[in-house]
């Protein structure tokens, strides 16, 4: 079988991306499976260039963003990330700081730290029962992380967030 034309395969890959994103991720598998089929062989009759700039496609960083929201109390690994965006683990974290300035832990704990945030403000839950939903293992973990990253106990914040005055009331 002859190879397929690295170019061409590129070309398509770029055209499949610009499709709306319902259209889309379906191709991208297709594509996935062609190259899994055609791309080694033409691998082993040319080299391929370094890549000069190693982001993630838009549906890679949405799907990864997506996976890391809806599984935050439960954990999740990078590989299993990585492995949604078929990517390897290394390649997919490399990306991913590229694209949002964090690595994908980092990314993750800054969110788990924002959604406590919001809830030690806005809500009548329990300490321990935010640690729970923010994915952390205990009330003590989620406490010594929560401190270290803002400087102050979650006890301290939600104290601080009740008594904060109301900026904009008149």
């Known amino acids: 079988m002859n190879a397929i034309n690295p170019l061409l395969f ?11 994103d319902d259209e889309h991720v379906a191709l991208e598998q297709v594509m996935r499976e062609l190259s899994a089929h055609w791309v080694p062989e033409a691998a082993q009759q040319q080299p391929h260039p370094p890549c000069d700039r190693v982001a993630l496609s838009p549906w890679q960083e949405r799907r990864a963003k997506e996976l890391m929201s809806s599984q935050m109390d439960k954990g999740l690994s990078i590989a299993r990330i990585a492995s ?18 964090l690595s994908p832990r980092d990314w993750y704990l800054q969110m788990r ?10 809500s009548g839950l329990t300490i321990s029962q935010i640690s ?6 205990d009330q003590s973990h989620f406490t010594r992380v ?7 106990t979650p006890f301290n ?11 904009c009331a008149e």
Do not use: I
């Not at 683990?89 to 490399?94: A, D, E, L, T, V």
């Not at 729970?132 to 293992?137: I, N, Q």
């Not at 929560?146 to 102050?152: A, C, I, L, N, Q």
């Open 146 to 152: 929560f401190s270290r990253m803002t400087g102050v």
């Open 157 to 167: 914040w939600r104290r601080s967030m009740a008594t904060a005055p109301l900026c």
């Open 84 to 101: 949604e965006c078929s990517l390897s683990r290394s390649h997919f974290s490399r990306a991913f700081k590229k694209n949002t300035g």
């Open 132 to 137: 729970l939903d923010c994915g952390f293992a």
């Open 10 to 20: 590129r070309s398509l890959l770029a055209s499949l991306r610009s499709l709306p």
């Open 113 to 122: 730290l924002d959604k406590a945030r919001g809830l030690l403000s806005d």
